[in-house]
């Protein structure tokens, strides 16, 4: 299926940091490739690359890509760019993906945000245990051995090796809660994966703000299924979620410019909200 563009025109007020001052610092940060498949009709997995910066109190998960993205937004913000100016300019980096995840180790709570079109969301959860049973089995990962686990969560079971000698009870997205950093996840379908490509632990004072996010204007609070339903709405139906943050569709084309049609899809995701 070629991929099509979408050019919208819209009028975006981009703002700063809108959440509460609470910091820490990265001890250990850690590389994860993240392999998804969105939609039910995709043939492979696209590829992303997230950190997890892990400190005494929080955690926090994010795309790199997104993060690249974000903070040069914010440059040209500082320069008091058009919004205009800063689609056109950011066009050559790539969007990686919208979800950031903190964990509050103390309050044992998730605090999720993402971005839907140009809207921006957030949400709080409870860190529920995942139920892990431990099975037999190693592997080695990053020169670490690594032990086995499986849990059910949101419709997925998730397969999970995690390394006892990294005693934090972490793990890639919303995974937690096993003795030992989570390296690689896989769910049974295939769907999607999480592997560990580094890690590394902090020599210097790495200071983790939490309440960065990549937020760009006002953010809405909602629910994980309330937004579970945005997203569905915003694949598999984008022409009225586009209209609904009152943007408006000036054409769809390929990467050779050529003129088409939206793409009917079908969102595949991650978790699922009964």
């Not at 981009?14 to 969105?38: A, H, P």
């Not at 005494?56 to 100016?85: C, V």
């Not at 860190?127 to 969560?153: R, V």
């Not at 937690?176 to 902090?202: H, R, Y």
């Amino acid at each position: 299926m070629k991929k099509l563009i979408l050019i919208v025109v819209s009028v975006l007020i981009l703002k700063g940091g809108i959440f509460s001052q609470e910091r820490d610092n990265v001890i250990i940060r850690v590389v994860y490739e993240t392999l998804s498949r969105k939609y039910s009709d995709s043939k492979g997995r696209a590829s992303d690359l997230h950190y997890l910066d892990i400190g005494n109190s929080f955690s926090r998960y994010y795309s790199i890509d997104a993060q690249l993205l974000h903070e040069f937004k914010k440059e040209m913000i500082s320069r008091k760019s058009s919004p205009q100016e800063i689609l056109a300019k950011s066009k050559g980096y790539k969007s990686g993906s919208q979800d950031l995840i903190v964990k509050h180790y103390l309050e044992r709570k998730l605090l999720c945000y993402s971005k839907v079109i140009i809207q921006d969301y957030i949400y709080e959860e409870p860190m529920d245990g995942l139920g892990w049973e431990f099975l037999e089995g190693n592997d080695t990962i990053l020169g670490y051995d690594c032990k086995k686990a499986k849990a059910q969560f949101r419709g997925r079971e998730w397969t999970a090796w995690y390394a006892t000698e990294i005693p934090s009870p972490d793990g890639p997205w919303k995974l937690s809660g096993l003795p030992g950093l989570i390296l690689k996840a896989v769910d049974s379908t295939g769907d999607f994966s999480f592997e560990s490509k580094s890690i590394e632990s902090s020599k210097e004072s790495l200071p983790m703000d939490i309440s960065y996010h990549l937020a760009e204007g006002e953010v809405i609070k909602t629910d994980g299924k309330t937004l579970y339903l945005v997203k569905k709405k915003s694949i598999e139906d984008i022409s009225g979620s586009i209209a609904a943050q009152g943007l408006t569709i000036v054409s769809v084309t390929d990467e050779k410019g050529v003129q088409g049609e939206i793409p009917k899809r079908k969102m595949n995701s991650i978790e699922e909200y009964k």
